[in-house]
């Protein structure tokens, strides 16, 4: 049978983000459609639920540690629709999300790769419609709050359909031959900015991005869970490092450069936060901030990929 989307899914064992997300799929989406889901990390309980409970989906099992390339990666690879809509699992439809998306590109020039909703908070705010152009200089004029993504007028916050220039990495639509080409997403990048280095690729490769801005979903970013976990104390050094190795395009000078920029930020946040923390006595969020902090120190110069990084601090957590 004739496959219009491949969903695809990451959830790290986590039920309480996933069940609302495919039943809204299944609720809203009528183009015929396949839902990967990579299982990753589950316990063997919440495996065999999600078996008994969603006979419709596809599940594959991913027991290693992998990032979010990796893990996406392994379901694009097997996806037999002609687009592929990758979509994080603390999602929801209220609307026909993937249909209209469908619709939208079919109406665009072929050069049009992805096409991308808006994704707004629980409380109706804009999240992302739409994600400006963004290199090593937006980096520094972020940390001194001089550059706001969110602000920009160019590639995002416009009506109706328009090309923006990043994708939303919680959701978007590909023509499927097209990320086939380009190589899916680029696994040296652990948690981040792989969406933001997959937009890079197609735009210097000719293609572009739209958004449809009357098309969204909720994005929950979390919020089953809002307090910092430890965790983050061995992602954040990993995706800072990632970022480093995008933003720095390859060059050793501008690597080294902005490296020590990041490392005066971080330290600075590192002292903040360790003071912020200091005089509580178990862990709390100033506490576990200031622990990633100084291990973005303490990678940023490293020669470890950002896999390993995170597999180091991950190891230490005693998961």
Known sequence: MKIDVSIVIICMNNLRNLYPCLNSIKLYTKVSYEVLVVAYLFSPENLAKIKKDF?????????????????????????????CFVVNDDTEMKMPVIDELVKTIETLPEN???????????????????????????????????????????????KGVFKS????????????????????????????????????????????????????????????????????TATRPAMVKGSLHFYSEGKKVLYAVLGIWIWMHSFFQFVYHGMQGFFKKKPNASYILSIGDWRVCCTLFSKKTPKQIFEKYYNMLGV
């Open 55 to 83: 006979s419709w989906i596809k599940i594959i099992v991913s027991n290693e540690i992998r990032g979010f390339s990796e893990n996406n990666n392994l379901a694009l690879r097997q996806a037999k629709g002609k687009y």
């Open 165 to 232: 220039y990043n994708i939303i990495g919680a959701a978007f639509l590909i023509r499927t031959e097209t990320f086939r080409n380009v190589g899916w997403f680029d696994e040296y990048y652990f948690f981040s900015p792989e969406d933001i280095a997959l937009s890079t690729k197609l735009n210097k490769m000719g293609y572009s991005c739209y958004v449809n801005a009357d098309v969204f979903l909720i994005h929950y970013e979390g919020m089953t869970g809002k307090s910092l976990s430890m965790i983050q």
């Open 112 to 158: 049009v790769a992805v096409v991308s909703p808006v994704t707004k908070y629980p409380n109706g705010n804009v999240q992302f419609c739409g994600r400006p152009y963004k290199n090593w200089q937006t980096i520094i004029k972020q940390d001194l709050h001089l550059f706001n993504e969110k602000k920009d007028h160019v590639y995002s916050n416009k």
